[in-house]
DNA sequence: GTAGTGACCGTAAACGTTTACGGAGCCTTT
DNA sequence: AAAGGCTCCGTAAACGTTTACGGTCACTAC
């Protein structure tokens, strides 16, 4: 009931020193099997929790964080450092140094950034994974020399990261799916178009899709998948084929940042205007399609969140070094004409939160928060 | 390049001592103007940081914070009361102390709730206004006595609270209006229910909702709203009286927690099967509404991260003594049938978190995040 | 019997900030 | 001239954890 309690009660509960109580606790070596019992048992008891902050003061490291992204071709990437860099300042001076490398498009450099970043000395890794197979061994190495590394937005199966950030797949798919039925009054056909089927990500979007669509809509009538492969002329030609050859079609569905392609496509088809587009994410173009009505809505996966988050959770394990969630799933943002301009003012504040976070001394600016 | 800069970086600088340093940075008493203005001028040039860790630790204070929040009717405010336990527990020693004071229904005993608060020595106050008028004059009161108020969902506009934190308004009605207007293909008359006009949140709400359907729907028809004053057979009258004279109502939009009543009476009235309803928030009676498909949608207000947010602006103010940001406006989610298992899984590892938490001695568990 | 080797544990100094206390000057009052 | 008050500032002890270092004991090996 009176006070908090410290290691230092712990240690005179039991006669011992604060220094034993420690190691018996973090299971550090050097300490009798018996004692550490007692400890571990008393503490217990006497419901002990540790000083965070003592316990961040005194382990005066200064972690130095590598966070490996693509180039700001979208805005995306822009607001998911963004994100890295305001969770970052939250903690003060503990606020590890963060080392950006960016390689230009997907799969090209990424792999050298990697490198690069256990050259230089890092402490932990927050890496988009555009080719998850190449960077499976870099990402097994790291962890071998007790590296973390947290993938942000796409998996890395099969390698030993430590943990996932990203928009939860499922949720997203079946929102779109549940949209795409109501929207179109529960029949027509519809499409879909993803980068490419061996990307968990989109099988798991095309899964819940479908499977929406199938319980809640079942007369509607979905498409083979179409595969871009994230190359935007190969998501024009595609849709080009599919639009001649099913003229009939309702909706269609784009999972990938690529959605310019396709609006493209539909209008030299003629038929943007009798087709209902449910994109993914927010960019300068698609909002003018947004609010020209073009596009119905858009899925926005909160890539500032997602930053933030991916920080928190190897923050956690670098000072606790526990990790308390593998896989950290958002639920997307539905993104409409009439809301648009919220989101907007989400972005813009962000932007000049970080900007102002980084000039700032003390923190003093009354900014708005950021949370999206 | 090297070195954080601390306190005495800038003391030795100036040769001076960090205690002058300290208070010429927080404008305490005792300190010629002169220094002020040189620790000032040098603490910039250096970049000073503080050291959060070390400000907490020193600060040696134990802040008691009272939650006074509505009885847990609906899960919402369970979920707003997690969401403030997990974030306090994330602070490890310095998560203040909470005190949960609960009133039973709107209106009733929630002065009551809040004298006790002040009484109880709190150093500040997590609050839902349910009758904003009447804890004016008490918010005021405890702001002149230095207890900041924090207000969660609903505002209490003129008095001094410090902040507040609730969904963003005119995001959720605007929402409403685009998905109304989709889902009824541009067409038809539709209704709107609300707790009373005199509510800021409601007729925000409402504003919003109307401003949508004319800017993107001009050809919908939106009836004049219907306050039910939050009590439920009111509600229902009012409804089964606007079905009588508007059989040919296509949508409603319930902006409130009270939607049962609702769709009882569209049900009496033979309506439920073709009327779209958008409700808001989300609870176990009206899961199942969704899940048949009674219910189109509903925009979830995310109570969890209502209550976290809250708890982290008191937070920041108590220890900082500043305050980024006076309105948190969240985006709030859609949930529909085909994401709707998402949100349950989310609320019911919320729940088995808050309990983990609170009986884990260090947090050992590898529980997952519960962002919603 | 002495040196060496572990296993186990205590000691104390950090970490950077806050704050109670006191002291040095200087000016006013009696 | 002594006493008191004021302004400005230095000192040092906290806060709770981590960790490098050293010490004590028992046991083994020569």
Not at 139 to 162: F, Y
Request: hydrophobic share 40%; net charge neutral.
């Amino acid at each position: 009931m009176s006070r908090r309690v410290t290691l230092f009660d712990i240690a005179d509960a039991l006669g011992i020193s604060t220094g034993t109580v420690h190691r018996a606790l973090h299971d550090h070596p050097g300490v009798n099997p018996m004692t550490r019992m007692r400890v571990l048992q008393v503490s217990k008891n006497m419901g002990y929790r540790p000083n965070m902050a003592a316990r961040l003061l005194s382990q005066k490291k200064q972690f130095r964080i590598s966070v490996n992204t693509l180039k700001g071709t979208t805005s995306f990437w822009d607001e998911v450092r963004s994100g890295i860099q305001e969770e970052a300042q939250a903690l003060g001076t503990h606020g590890a140094e963060i080392e950006f490398r960016t390689f230009p498009c997907l799969g090209e450099g990424e792999e050298e950034a990697f490198e690069a970043a256990l050259a230089g000395e890092s402490d932990g890794i927050i890496l988009f994974p555009s080719r998850p197979r190449n960077l499976r061994i870099w990402i097994r190495r790291a962890s071998r020399s007790k590296v973390p590394v947290v993938c942000v937005s796409t998996d890395a199966p099969e390698s030993n990261r430590l943990a996932v950030v990203s928009v939860d797949t499922m949720a997203s798919g079946a929102l779109a799916g549940d949209l795409m039925g109501r929207f179109l009054n529960h029949r027509g056909k519809v499409a879909i178009t993803l980068s490419a089927l061996d990307i968990t990500e989109h099988t798991e979007k095309l899964a819940a899709f479908e499977k929406t669509l199938k319980t809640f809509h079942p007369e509607m009538s979905l498409l083979d998948p179409i595969e871009d492969h994230d190359v935007e002329p190969e998501a024009y030609d595609k849709c080009r084929k599919l639009f001649a050859a099913h003229p009939d079609l309702a909706g269609i569905y784009v999972t990938t940042e690529a959605s310019m392609p396709v609006i493209q496509a539909a209008k030299d088809a003629q038929l943007l205007d009798r087709l209902t587009i449910i994109a993914t994410d927010l960019f300068p173009a698609l909002i003018e399609q947004i609010r020209a009505g073009k596009v119905t809505a858009t899925i926005y996966q909160r890539p500032h969140t997602q930053g933030r988050l991916a920080f928190r959770v190897l923050q956690e394990f670098l000072v606790h070094g526990k990790c308390s969630a593998f896989r950290v799933a958002l639920a997307p943002h539905l993104v409409m004409p009439g809301n648009l301009d919220f989101f907007l003012e989400k972005q813009a504040s962000g932007r000049t939160n970080a900007r102002a976070a980084a000039a700032a001394s003390d923190g003093p600016s009354n900014f708005s928060y950021n949370y999206d």
